[in-house]
């Protein structure tokens, strides 16, 4: 048996791609950890595929969406992540981008 989900058009991506596992408690709020960026929002594309998940993600334009298990995503730059459930998830992101977010946002973890 052979399964496919291709989503055509899925966004493009430059440069070096980075990959991770993503696990996320429910509850949890990137908004107040990306205070500070550029429109206060992650600016890096990510791409990828919701394990076990459900989760809300706001982009810049006011508008949201909604990703549960099974759901192939791509996050545009622009966007924030709210986790109603525990969240896994599979995450592609263009490595130079996503690690100026994570640095950002560890640097807030630091205190």
Known sequence: MYLARQLPDFGVASGTIGAEYVSMAAGTDLAPLLEGLEGDMCH???????????????????????CVNGDLFHWPAGHSVRVN????LIMLS???????VMEHINAKLAG
């Open 85 to 88: 459930e525990d969240a896994e």
């Open 94 to 100: 263009p490595q130079a981008e996503h690690m100026a």
């Open 44 to 66: 890096g594309p990510h791409w990828g595929f919701m394990l076990n998940s459900d989760v809300v993600v706001s982009y810049s334009d006011g508008s949201t969406e909604q």
